[in-house]
């Protein structure tokens, strides 16, 4: 049976790792957190004492760590698992960093003889339990498929976006629409609440006119015109705003990189900005909202 080690057992990977137990893979699990180690480890998983050790006679690395430098941390330089790991092994790593950077890690592996994807993932800490997450998968479409019964477990869709990097692409290309297509539904809820009309039926209006869109119908950053959204509880849970300013960022570092013009991308990585710098980091990306309603 294939042996799988699983390292970054947070918000994302904890939950993501338990589907794979579920699924009956033998995991060998590392995190910097003793908690979240703790947590997987109740149930099922081999406890590993640092990455190194989790790595030991496994045939795949699977990794969910916060950002870019993490990634090249874990991986590269004299302590880096790439120096230990038998050639072939199959690393995978889903989480959310540049292009460039998942590019660059992914040469090194192939010096090393490995097999490497990016696969970041959408679908939120929701999508992570119950196992339906989205994979934009970088890579060869050999290693893919070595890595889709895997993938499945966790998730219910798997796109192989093109060569290494085009997963962290892919990504970063929805995450700014996102941005850009939440910020811009606030503002014009908050024009027209502050003309008079009920949030409930300008969403009504508009979700059956041509500004329909994801925010507006699915996620209405609006308290209490939808039950169940973060929204109508506080802005709390669903995907914090601090998250989607770092993709904001991704997203202006890869235009930057490749010369190309995103000022809608640019504006809302800078609305973003000035939400987290007011204290709401924690909070849900629709709260965004609270920069544009009059109180
Ligand atoms: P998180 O902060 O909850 O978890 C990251 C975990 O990595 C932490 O438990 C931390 O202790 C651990 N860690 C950091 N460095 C480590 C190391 N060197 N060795 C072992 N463990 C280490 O973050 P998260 O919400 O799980 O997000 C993970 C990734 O998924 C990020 O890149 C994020 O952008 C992406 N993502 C998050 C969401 C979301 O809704 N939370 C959605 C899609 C994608």
């Known amino acids: 049976m294939q042996t799988v080690a699983f390292i970054g057992l947070g ?17 060998r699990a ?12 109740a149930q099922g998983a081999y406890p590993a004492g640092s990455a190194q ?13 916060p950002a870019g430098r993490h990634v090249e941390s ?16 199959l690393v995978i790593d889903c989480s959310t960093i540049a292009a460039h950077t998942a590019r660059h890690v992914a040469t090194e592996a192939g010096k090393a003889g490995l097999r490497m994807l990016d696969a970041p993932v959408s679908g939120g800490t929701a999508g992570a339990a119950a196992g339906t997450l989205t994979f934009m998968v970088g890579g060869e479409s ?20 093109g060569m290494a990097g085009a997963g962290q692409t892919a990504k970063i290309c929805n995450n700014m629409l996102l941005g850009i297509l939440m910020a811009g539904t606030a503002e014009a809820l908050a024009l027209g609440v502050g003309n008079g009309l009920d949030p409930a039926v300008l969403s009504d209006i508009m979700s059956k006119s041509s500004g329909r869109n994801w ?15 973060p929204a109508s509880r506080g802005y709390s849970g669903g995907f914090m705003s601090e998250l989607m300013l770092k993709d904001l960022g ?3 570092e890869t235009a930057l990189n490749s010369h190309a ?7 809302a990585r800078n609305l973003y900005e000035l939400h987290v710098k007011s204290g709401c980091g924690k909070e849900d990306f629709s709260g965004i909202v609270k920069q544009f309603r009059k109180e």
Do not use: C, Q
Request: charged residues 15%.
């Open 74 to 89: 874990l991986y590269l330089g004299n302590d880096g698992l790439f120096s230990r790991l038998s050639p072939g092994t």
């Open 142 to 161: 050999e290693s893919l498929e070595a890595a889709r019964p895997l993938l499945s477990a966790m998730g219910k869709n798997i796109f192989h976006a």
């Open 250 to 252: 991704l997203a202006e």
């Open 53 to 65: 050790d989790a790595v030991r006679g496994v045939d795949v690395v699977i990794s969910m760590l």
């Open 11 to 27: 918000n994302m990977g904890g939950p993501m790792a338990a589907n794979l137990l579920r699924a009956g893979i033998k995991v």
């Open 261 to 267: 013009a995103t000022p809608l991308g640019s504006l």
């Open 30 to 41: 590392f995190d910097l957190s003793p908690e979240a180690l703790n947590a997987l480890v």
């Open 215 to 229: 925010a507006l119908e699915l996620y209405n950053p609006w308290p209490g015109v939808m039950d169940n959204t």
